[in-house]
């Protein structure tokens, strides 16, 4: 008996090491996530970096299990199909695209049915094409939406609060792109249910930015900026002629306000790029994508910034401060 109790703990110690053996190999079995970037450096220390944290949590080191494949379109959306063609060649897991619509349809298009295709922030996936519905994406592209559009009566009516004389707001935006036009056509929509008057300016090159906004000076209370990735590489350029034609700026995102707009109000891509991440494990995991919904971010912040406002002279009202995120 007690022969027979010695062999029982043995045979289970050894159970308990190979299950160990098999859970640790899961764990490190090496994987090659592709990313596909519109964006010159797609701002890599800030937004690339959360997504490549969330990963190291979950458990992917590059270098060591995870072996990771960034290409840049450098701002030049034609080069897409060829750079994701170019990734594809090297067998990669899963394909990330960063910022916008465009490059997840570049992605989409080119991978078929091949690797998984993963979007990090996209306006209106269902409306581009992109996926089936949100709930039931379909096919083989999954991701993340930032639902851009739905939110432009509530930045309308922050910006109203902000400058209690707004008769006339500017708005400005690349029209090429599907949900720049739709966030304009909303806006105009919610700006004649407020009897304000709108001017609208189309920019689609970069030599049409600097003549559309020193246009505006002395015709608009305020600027509303449309955000896509063309307007998010002249970001800083955009704020800083609204500033020389005293044109207080409203946006979608913080990190516009980091680059000198005023304020913005939308999610915080920080959350989305870190968000990402878990859908890539869940796929790696052995999930489909087509089963997977889109994640639709509706947590959303109020950021100010006083340094552009003291700029214009501009007084930000107490009921406005008091409800902002971050002041910055």
Do not use: W
Request: proline share 5%; hydrophobic share 45%; charged share 25%.
């Amino acid at each position: 008996m007690k022969n027979r109790r010695s062999l029982l703990r043995l045979l289970a110690g050894a159970t308990l090491l190979s299950g160990a053996g098999s859970a640790t190999a899961e764990r490190t079995k090496s994987v090659t996530i592709a990313y596909l970037a519109l964006l010159p450096g797609e701002d890599r220390a800030t937004f690339v970096a959360k997504f490549m944290r969330r990963l190291n949590e979950l458990g992917y080191i590059d270098g060591q299990n995870l072996r990771f494949l960034y290409r840049s379109a450098e701002g030049r959306p034609e080069l897409l199909p060829e750079l994701a063609s170019e990734l594809l060649q090297m067998k990669p897991d899963v394909l990330v695209t960063g910022f916008g619509t465009v490059a997840a349809k570049a992605a989409k298009a080119t991978a078929g049915d091949a690797v998984p295709v993963i979007f990090m922030a996209v306006g209106d996936p269902v409306g581009a094409g992109i996926v089936a519905s949100l709930a039931r994406p379909g096919g083989n592209v999954t991701g993340l939406s930032n639902g851009q559009t739905d939110l432009a009566g509530t930045r309308l009516d922050l910006l109203r609060e902000a400058i209690p004389g707004l008769r006339t707001l500017a708005i400005i935006g690349n029209r090429a792109s599907h949900n720049v036009r739709l966030e304009m056509d909303a806006l105009q929509k919610q700006a004649r249910k407020r009897k304000i008057a709108t001017v609208m300016r189309d920019m689609r090159r970069e030599a049409e930015i600097a003549p559309a906004i020193n246009g505006l000076k002395g015709k608009a209370d305020a600027l509303y900026v449309c955000t896509d990735p063309f307007v998010t590489h002249h970001r800083i350029g955009i704020n800083t002629l609204a500033v020389g034609a005293r044109l207080p700026t409203m946006h979608a995102f913080r990190h516009h306000i980091e680059g000198g707009g005023f304020m913005s109000y939308g999610p915080d891509f920080r959350d989305l790029f870190g968000g990402s991440a878990h859908i890539v494990h869940r796929i790696l995991r052995g999930a489909s994508p087509a089963d997977i919904p889109v994640k639709l971010e509706k947590k959303c912040e109020l950021v100010i910034n006083l340094h552009t406002a003291k700029a214009l002279g501009l007084k930000v009202p107490k009921r406005i401060s008091r409800r902002a995120t971050a002041i910055r």
